[in-house]
């Protein structure tokens, strides 16, 4: 059974950091496309970014291009997010998915982490 367990989020304000993670079991990590997605309150799934399963390639939505960095741990099976100089749009609930981008949002996600951003 595939499981996906974020955790990392938390209450900051803008301009702060958090460094979100994703720990994974129940499939292939080493070989997956990973992608992380996000839901703001009362809005629709949104695609965050993707990472290759070697971790060569990652790509970004626009609106959090030079802010967040995705990575990946493979022996430990763990994905991660890296949120820098955060703003209140950036608040939602954050879940990671395994899937490349095309399927991130169609994709079973896990209990996802929340991230609010509010001075």
């Avoid at 595939?2 to 993670?21: A, I």
């Avoid at 496309?33 to 626009?62: C, F, N």
Wanted: proline residues 4%; neutral net charge; charged residues 20%.
């Amino acid at each position: 059974e595939e499981k996906l367990l974020e955790s990392g989020g938390g209450l900051v304000q803008p301009g702060e950091s958090l460094r979100l993670s994703c720990l994974t079991s129940g499939f292939e990590f080493n070989w997956a496309w990973m992608s992380w997605v996000r839901q703001a309150p009362g809005k629709e799934l949104e695609w965050v970014s993707t990472i290759s399963s070697s971790a060569s390639t990652t790509h970004y939505a626009d609106s959090v291009k030079g802010r967040f960095s995705i990575s990946r741990d493979n022996p430990n099976k763990t994905l991660y997010l890296q949120l820098n100089s955060l703003k209140t749009e950036d608040t939602g609930t954050y879940y990671c998915v395994n899937a490349p981008r095309s399927r991130a949002l169609t994709a079973p996600r896990g209990q996802g982490t929340q991230v609010t951003v509010s001075s």
